[in-house]
C-alpha cells in the first residue's frame, strides 16, 4: 500500500519532539506535510492558511497550551480530528479533555498507539464528510431544480409565502411573474432532451443575470419560470423589468451549431391588488401569462376581465 499524505498542523514548541513524530508518522505509513506552531497567532494564521487533515498538539507549552488549541479549532467549526500528544498529561486533564472535545490523548513516544489512533479519527472524520455531504446533497434536491441550479417549486413558494406575510405586516407592495417559454418543445423535438436541458440552462443563466440579488429566480415547471420582486412597488418597475427579461430571454439561444429564436411569455402579478394569498397571486400571473401568449404580446399584466378568457396552452 502507498504512503498516505497528510497535512498536519503540529502544535509544539519542542523542534526535536516534532522531527521525532514527523520520523513516527513516516514509519507509521504516512507522508507528513507539517507545520510546527507555538502560539495563538502562529496557530490562527496556520489555520487561515489552508485545511488541515489533523491537528497534533502538545498539552503544556510555556506561551500557549493544548486546550487553548483546542479552542482555536472549535471557533473556526473546523472538523479536523484534533489529538493531544503529551509527555506530563495526567488523567484527570486527558478526561477532560476529551470531554472538552478532543478526540484522543496519548503519551509522547506511544508510537503503538499514535498511529493507529490517528488512522481511526482519519475515518471517522471522512464518514463525517460523507454524511454532510449527503445531507447537503438531500436538502440541495428538496428546494433546488439540479438543470439549472434555481430555487425549485417548493423554495418558491417559501419564498412567496413570506413576502406575502411581511408584505402583510409593513404594508409592503411587490411583484410576481411567471414566464413560459414558447418555442422549447420545437426545440425538444428537433434536437432532443439535451438540447432542451441546454436551451433551459442559458435561459435559466439569463433570467438571473436580469434580476437583483434580492430577486427570486425559480423554475417551477418543465419550462416555466417564477420571478419574485419583492422591491417591486409599483407597476412601472415591474413592466420594465419584464421588458429587460423578455429582451434577454428572447435573444437567440446557440445550441451547438445552430441558433434558435426563442419567444417568451410573461404574467405580471401585483401584491395585495391582484391578491393577497399565495395562491391567489399565482394564479392571476398565470392567467396574465396565458393572455400574453394569446395575443403573443411579450408579457401581460393581470385585471380580473381576464378571468372569463379562455387560457391556450
Given at each position: 500500500m502507498p504512503p498516505t499524505p497528510l497535512r498536519i498542523l503540529i502544535v509544539e514548541d519542542s523542534e526535536d519532539d516534532t522531527l521525532l513524530l514527523v520520523k513516527q508518522l513516516r514509519h507509521g505509513g504516512f507522508v507528513p506535510e507539517y507545520t510546527r506552531v507555538e502560539t495563538a497567532e502562529t496557530m490562527s494564521a496556520a489555520l487561515d492558511l489552508q485545511e488541515w487533515d489533523i491537528v497534533i498538539s502538545d498539552y503544556t507549552m510555556p506561551r500557549f497550551n493544548g486546550m487553548e488549541a483546542l479552542r482555536l479549532v472549535q471557533q473556526r467549526g473546523l472538523d479536523a480530528p484534533f489529538i493531544i500528544v503529551s509527555g506530563t498529561i495526567g488523567e484527570e486533564r486527558a478526561v477532560?479533555?476529551?470531554?472538552?472535545g478532543a478526540h484522543d490523548c496519548i503519551m509522547k513516544g506511544n508510537t503503538a498507539r499514535l498511529i493507529p489512533a490517528i488512522e481511526r479519527e482519519l475515518k471517522e472524520a471522512e464518514v463525517r464528510r460523507d454524511y454532510r455531504r449527503a445531507q447537503e446533497?438531500?436538502?440541495?434536491?428538496?428546494?433546488?431544480?439540479?438543470?439549472?441550479?434555481?430555487?425549485?417549486?417548493?423554495?418558491?413558494?417559501?419564498?412567496?409565502?413570506?413576502?406575502?406575510?411581511?408584505?402583510?405586516?409593513?404594508?409592503?407592495?411587490?411583484?410576481?411573474?411567471v414566464m413560459d417559454l414558447?418555442?422549447?418543445?420545437?426545440?425538444?423535438?428537433?434536437?432532443?432532451?439535451?438540447?432542451?436541458?441546454?436551451?433551459?440552462?442559458?435561459?435559466?443563466?439569463?433570467?438571473?443575470a436580469c434580476v437583483r440579488e434580492s430577486d427570486t429566480v425559480a423554475r417551477v415547471g418543465g419550462d416555466?419560470?417564477?420571478?419574485?420582486?419583492p422591491t417591486a412597488s409599483h407597476l412601472d418597475g415591474a413592466t420594465v423589468a419584464a421588458r429587460k427579461i423578455l429582451a434577454a430571454v428572447t435573444t437567440p439561444l446557440q445550441i451547438g451549431d445552430r441558433s434558435f429564436d426563442t419567444g417568451a411569455s410573461l404574467g405580471i402579478a401585483l401584491f395585495p391588488e391582484h391578491g393577497n394569498e399565495t395562491d391567489i397571486l399565482m394564479r392571476a400571473a398565470d392567467i396574465a401569462m396565458y393572455e400574453a401568449k394569446r395575443m403573443s404580446c411579450g408579457f401581460k399584466t393581470y385585471n380580473p376581465d381576464l378571468d372569463v378568457k379562455p387560457m391556450v396552452t
Open positions: 477532560e479533555a476529551m470531554k472538552s446533497r438531500i436538502h440541495y434536491l428538496a428546494y433546488f431544480d439540479p438543470l439549472t441550479d434555481l430555487p425549485n417549486r417548493t423554495l418558491f413558494a417559501d419564498r412567496l409565502s413570506q413576502a406575502v406575510l411581511i408584505g402583510r405586516r409593513e404594508k409592503q407592495r411587490f411583484a410576481l411573474m414558447d418555442r422549447f418543445k420545437y426545440i425538444n423535438d428537433t434536437l432532443g432532451h439535451p438540447a432542451g436541458d441546454q436551451a433551459l440552462q442559458q435561459t435559466a443563466a439569463r433570467l438571473k416555466e419560470f417564477a420571478i419574485l420582486l
